[in-house]
């Protein structure tokens, strides 16, 4: 089992940045990825960014290159998500996931094992 648990959402004005946190405990050693996705009121979950356990970002969607980076702290088995430049339509839950193996398309939420509870960010304009 695997636990994972989102930190640092809450209100930004809109060009303003904000890093969100993720949490994994457990047996994080079978962690082979890990996912952001997002997903605002009335819309289907939107991927965000992927990155190996080993702490090499995989994927970036269009929505977040540019503006978004995704790492990963090896000493606290923490994975960030720092956004920048943020604009009122990144207003969402964000939820981080993990995967045990590889999967084909990171960008698909249905073949992530674990995930976290959700952090809300809200952009203000």
């Known amino acids: 089992q695997v636990q994972l648990v989102e930190s640092g959402g809450g209100l930004v004005q809109a060009g303003g940045s904000l890093r969100v946190s993720c949490a994994a405990s457990?047996?994080?050693?079978?962690?082979?990825?890990m996912g952001w996705f997002r997903q605002a009121p009335g819309k289907e979950r939107e991927f965000v960014a992927a990155?190996?356990?080993?702490?090499?970002?995989?994927i970036y969607a269009d929505v977040a290159k540019g503006r978004f980076t995704i790492a990963r702290d090896n000493t606290d088995n923490t994975v960030y998500l720092q956004m920048n430049g943020l604009k009122p339509q990144d207003t969402a839950v964000y939820y981080c996931?993990?995967?045990?193996?590889?999967?084909?398309?990171?960008?698909?939420?249905?073949?992530?094992?674990?995930w976290g509870q959700g952090t809300q960010v809200t952009v203000s304009s």
């Open positions: 990155i190996l356990w080993s702490g090499t970002p995989i």
């Open positions: 457990g047996r994080t050693f079978s962690i082979f990825a």
């Open positions: 996931a993990a995967v045990m193996n590889p999967i084909a398309r990171y960008g698909d939420y249905t073949g992530y094992n674990y």
